[in-house]
Every structure is written in structure tokens, then in C-alpha cells.
């Protein structure tokens, strides 16, 4: 069993006793009741969220025509980024007791609201719990316009590779573009020649969205305002949502693909906590406690704080090494790892025959 670490080493003296200790720490977490449903919780964020959304509308038909609306839109791509938070806890089962529920809430908040399919990011997401930062498995580490891995930077070529070996420097101006690409790829697994659950379904939900958001925007807004509403709209979006996932595992630890690392290990050393308060916590919706999210995927929100200091213990008397940094520490981290990566993408000004003859 191996693992690709930096720049740290990781000590586990007694592999055995922490297989076993995971089932221990479920029972103190279930004894302590961190796994009950926190219905007005959630009811309370569906409110606020509603409030949020009227707010943002009626502030569009009051400002008319006026350049003023880009806030509006800015306002939009976060209240459509805590919405799709909502959708992510539906998808965990954290809001209700039932699965149908969780499963028609999230589908109907992410491809009705959000307009994202529900089936692509429950595909996607659940292979990424499974398998977090494992190489060949884990399809957040897979190449897009970013490389994740050394050996994809490798095989960039042209205006990618000269991309890629910025891609950390790069990082938050392309994920203005992220809210497009999230759309793009789920909407086109809608299309895909293979079974998907639900799909007639999202597709009437994605057509009902972008055809009344699309028609309010172009029918009230000159057609110059209403593309560039879109474009802040999505760009904060793309930024917002980039900002919250990106932290979590980027810069730790990977794991081979044929690793047979046991499950409260796989989860502890891939993950990253992010340090604050009720701020913090609302701000990434539950993000922040990646460790114990991954440890406890159907844990509602309010409870992850108290986990956190159940696993941090946990984790100190086994040895296992507990990330948690503060904010910009962790976009640090990101920055840091994606330009590591990116140094291994070729330079596309670089002539081959000249290298293939340069002195060493």
C-alpha cells in the first residue's frame, strides 16, 4: 500500500486498530444523535434562499434599464451557489428522512433552479466519495482545462500546455468560466446514449429554467445588458462555486489507484478542513468540514462543528494526520499544487529538435 504525499510523510503505526476504529467512532457519533435530520434547519435556508431569490427578482424589475442590474446578477450567481449547496445536502440524504424526498427536492433545486443535472452530479459525486483523490477513480482529479495529476500536464500541447504550466497563477480568472462548463457537461449527460435516471424529467425541468430565466432577461433587458447580466451572473457563479469545492482535496495527498487504503483513511488524508466560524461555515455550506463530511456524507450542516472536534481527537490518538488550515492557506495549497503540476506540461515554444540536441 502506497501513498503519494507531499511535502509530508505519513506515519500510521497500528493500521489494524484504525480500520476497526472507524465503526467506534460511528457509534459515538450516532450516540450523540450528529446524525438526526435537522429539518427546521433546513427549512430556515430554503426560507432565507426564497427571500434572496424574490429579493434579487424585484430588484430587477425595479432598476429597469440600467447598468445597475450587473449587481443584480452578481447577487444571483451567489444565491444560485447556496441553492446548489442545498441541492449537494439533498443529494446526501442530510434534509430528510426519506430518500425519495431527498432525491425529488435535490433534482427539482438542481436542474429547476440552478440548472444543473441531478443524475450528472450523482454520478460524479458519489464516484468522488468513494474513491476521493485516487488516481484513475476520482473524476474531480481528472483533466479539464486544469491538470490535477503531473502526468496529464505532460501530454498538454499547444495553447493548453502554455495554460497549464500558468494554471495556478490561472486558476480563479478561468473559473469565470466554470459556471458554463458545469452546465455544458451536465446538460450533455442528458444526451448521452446510456441510461439515466430521471432524464425526461430534468430535461423539462432545465427547458421550464433557461427558457423563463433567458426569456425575462432578453424581453426586459436591451440585448448588449442581457448578455452581459448572463456573463456576471455565471462568472460569480463559476468563482463561487470553484472556491468552495477547490480547497478541499487539491494539494493533498493521492492515492494510487490500486491502493488498498481502508476507508477512514482514504477519507482523513485526501481531505482539507477549512477554519471559522458560523461565516465560514455558511459560506461554503458545510464544505469547510470536508473531513468530516467525507467520514459522515448524510450528517446534516448544523452538526459537522461538533464532529469535528469527535474526529480531530479520533485522529490524535491514532496518529493520523488532521488537516486544517485557514482560508487563504488553502487557496495557498491550490495555487501552490496546480502550479507544481503545471511545470510538468511541456513548453509549447520549446523546439523539439533544439532540445533533443541541448547540452545537459
Not at 446510456?194 to 429554467?209: I, M, N
Not at 455550506?285 to 448524510?298: A, K, R, V, Y
Request: charged fraction near 20%.
Amino acid at each position: 500500500m502506497s501513498l503519494t504525499v507531499a511535502p509530508r510523510a505519513v506515519r500510521i503505526s497500528k493500521p489494524n486498530d484504525i480500520v476497526a476504529s472507524y465503526s467506534v467512532l460511528l457509534k459515538q457519533v450516532r450516540k450523540e444523535g450528529l446524525l438526526n435530520r435537522r429539518r427546521r434547519f433546513y427549512i430556515s435556508v430554503f426560507a432565507s434562499l426564497v427571500l434572496a431569490m424574490g429579493a434579487a427578482w424585484t430588484g430587477f424589475a425595479l432598476l429597469g434599464d440600467t447598468w445597475f442590474q450587473l449587481l443584480v446578477a452578481a447577487v444571483l450567481g451567489v444565491v444560485l451557489t447556496q441553492v446548489a449547496f442545498l441541492a449537494h445536502e439533498a443529494s446526501h440524504r442530510q434534509i430528510f428522512a426519506s430518500r425519495g424526498a431527498n432525491d425529488w427536492s435535490g433534482r427539482i433545486l438542481a436542474a429547476g433552479v440552478v440548472g444543473i443535472s441531478y443524475a450528472w452530479w450523482m454520478d460524479k459525486h458519489t464516484r468522488h466519495h468513494n474513491d476521493p483523490n485516487t488516481k484513475g477513480k476520482d473524476p474531480d482529479i481528472e483533466v479539464d482545462t486544469i491538470s490535477f495529476l503531473e502526468e496529464d500536464a505532460a501530454e498538454a500541447r499547444g495553447i493548453r500546455a502554455w495554460v497549464t504550466r500558468r494554471q495556478g497563477y490561472l486558476f480563479f480568472p478561468l473559473l469565470t468560466m466554470e459556471g458554463i462548463n458545469l452546465h455544458a457537461r451536465s446538460i450533455s449527460t442528458l444526451f448521452a446514449r446510456r441510461t439515466v435516471k430521471g432524464r425526461w424529467v430534468e430535461l423539462a425541468l432545465l427547458g421550464a429554467r433557461f427558457g423563463a430565466y433567458l426569456g425575462i432577461l432578453f424581453w426586459f433587458l436591451p440585448v448588449g445588458m442581457a448578455f452581459a447580466f448572463l456573463g456576471v451572473q455565471l462568472a460569480v457563479f463559476g468563482i463561487y462555486m470553484g472556491a468552495s469545492f477547490a480547497p478541499n482535496h487539491k494539494g493533498m495527498p493521492l492515492v494510487p489507484r490500486d491502493s488498498k487504503l481502508d476507508f477512514f483513511q482514504k477519507q482523513v488524508l485526501t481531505s482539507r478542513n477549512i477554519r471559522g466560524g458560523s461565516f465560514i461555515n455558511n459560506a461554503f455550506g458545510g464544505l469547510n468540514f470536508q473531513i468530516e463530511h467525507h467520514l459522515f456524507p448524510d450528517m446534516p450542516r448544523p452538526h459537522l462543528r461538533r464532529a469535528a472536534v469527535i474526529v480531530r481527537e479520533h485522529c490524535e490518538r491514532l496518529r493520523v494526520p488532521y488537516t486544517e488550515v485557514g482560508v487563504a492557506a488553502s487557496y495557498g495549497a491550490v495555487v501552490s499544487y496546480l502550479n507544481r503540476v503545471g511545470l510538468a506540461a511541456r513548453d509549447p515554444f520549446d523546439c523539439p529538435m533544439v532540445n533533443r540536441f541541448r547540452r545537459p
